[in-house]
């Protein structure tokens, strides 16, 4: 289909992604986003190779390699410092044709927000819902106005108003049962090698780095904990020293490393997958559509993913714009699905869901070779829209 006017509700990794592809495809896109100032949450994000094969279609591809890290290989420890795992990544790559890009998620979106046009960004507008009929479908906004476009894109987060238009009713996020707390400190060997992605397990818990640009590394940790738990930022430093005491000294370190005003703190959650990702000219695309908890480092990757599904089929069809939405919705639902209902059932062993489920794991960590690891990942990523 030629020459459609968009509407992208949400300037995340989805949003902007979609918008870069549907620009170069020709599309008028205009993004709106409540935010007044795009700020990340989080700090670092790994992009697998099938979210970066499609950045690379998008021509992002030199960019992206500039501000990732080069991760070739990944460890797990246990908590007492027992190595339990060694898998060296350079299979993988040959496999599946491309590296893995951990990033700083600040860099990423400055990326991607000049690739796509901050002119065409609306910042501060608050969707509300939307309206469609046989030929439109209408953002509406807390202040009143109305955008019309041939199609409106739901990219809008865990917590989407455009879902429950979608789906016909509200879904709530499902708290994971564990916090997480994430950030970027200077790259030091005594935290851990420069292109390790390391990751220390036990007692329901785990630390990790891993290498992004700019000499850092991304670090995060997560423990199980009630919901609701607050705690004012500048004690974050305190809460992980007794949390993870005890833990190696490579972990004593990085908590010493961390500065605790910029520490995010999260409490992670997903939801069930939707029977439906689209109702006529209205998608979902994103968290929106299939918000995750981020134990496959997938949830980004299938928003990027979700960018270049949705508009191939605008591109390659012209029946309609709902039926082009129909297929990309028929190409994404089953994939998305399996993904989230995957990270659950790993959340639930890495956090002690079921403590003799956990304990297995550390044991068959240690007796797991390392092609079945490759092979595991390499069939996520070549399942992907680009092989
Ligand atoms: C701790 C953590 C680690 C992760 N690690 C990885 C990883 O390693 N690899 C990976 O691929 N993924 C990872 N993810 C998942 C990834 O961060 C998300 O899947 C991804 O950011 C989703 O992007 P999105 O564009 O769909 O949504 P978001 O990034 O949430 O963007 C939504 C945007 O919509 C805006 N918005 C919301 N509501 C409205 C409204 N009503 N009106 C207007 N604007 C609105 C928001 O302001 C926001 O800018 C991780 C997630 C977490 C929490």
């Known amino acids: 289909m030629y020459n459609l006017k968009v509407v992208i509700i949400g300037a995340g990794i989805g949003g902007l992604t979609t918008g870069i592809a549907m620009r170069q495809a020709g599309y008028q896109v ?25 950045l690379n279609k998008l021509g992002l591809g030199e960019q992206l390699a500039a501000i990732g890290g080069e991760m070739n290989a990944m ?21 599946v044709g491309q590296r893995p890009y951990p990033v700083a998620r600040t860099d990423l979106q400055t990326l991607l927000l000049e690739a796509f046009g901050p002119e065409h960004v609306h910042l501060g507008r608050f969707c509300i819902g939307v309206e469609q009929d046989e030929h439109t479908a209408t953002a509406l906004f807390e202040d009143g106005e109305r955008v019309v476009a041939d199609l409106v894109i739901g990219a809008d987060g865990v917590r989407s108003a455009v879902r429950a238009y979608v789906v016909g009713r509200p879904v709530d996020r499902r708290y994971a049962g564990y916090v997480n707390w994430n950030g970027l400190v200077k790259a030091d060997p005594a935290l851990c090698k420069d292109d390790l992605w390391v990751l220390y397990v036990g007692d329901h818990k785990r630390a990790s780095m891993m290498p992004v ?22 004690y974050r430093q305190d809460e992980l020293a007794k949390i993870f005491q005890g833990w190696p000294t490579a972990v004593q370190n990085l908590i010493e490393a961390i500065d605790s005003e910029q520490t995010n703190r999260l409490e992670i959650g997903d939801i069930d997958p939707l029977d439906q990702l689209v109702a006529g000219r209205v998608a979902l695309l994103g968290d929106s559509a299939h918000a995750t908890t981020p134990t496959l480092g997938q949830g980004g990757c299938q928003a ?24 990309y919705e028929a190409a994404r639902k089953d994939r998305t699905a399996e993904l989230v209902l995957k990270a659950r059932k790993r959340t639930r062993t890495i956090y002690g869901h079921e403590p003799e489920v956990t304990q297995q794991w550390y044991k068959d ?13 390499a069939k996520v990523i070549l399942a992907g829209p680009m092989g």
Do not use: C
């Open 213 to 234: 640009g700019g000499d850092r590394f991304y670090f995060f940790f997560g423990a199980p904990m009630v919901e609701g738990t607050q705690v004012d930022p500048s």
């Open 75 to 95: 460890e797990y420890r246990s908590h007492t410092d027992e190595p339990l795992s060694y898998v060296d990544l350079l299979p993988l790559f040959e496999q």
């Open 365 to 377: 960590l240690k007796q797991e070779p390392p092609e079945v690891v490759i092979s595991a990942l």
């Open 304 to 327: 990027i993913e979700d960018a270049e599904v949705l508009t191939r089929y605008l591109v390659t069809t012209n029946l309609s714009v709902a039926d082009a939405l129909k297929r």
């Open 30 to 54: 205009e993004i709106y986003d409540r935010a007044q100032e795009l700020r990340p949450a989080g700090a670092g994000i790994s992009l697998w190779s099938n979210g970066v094969k499609v």
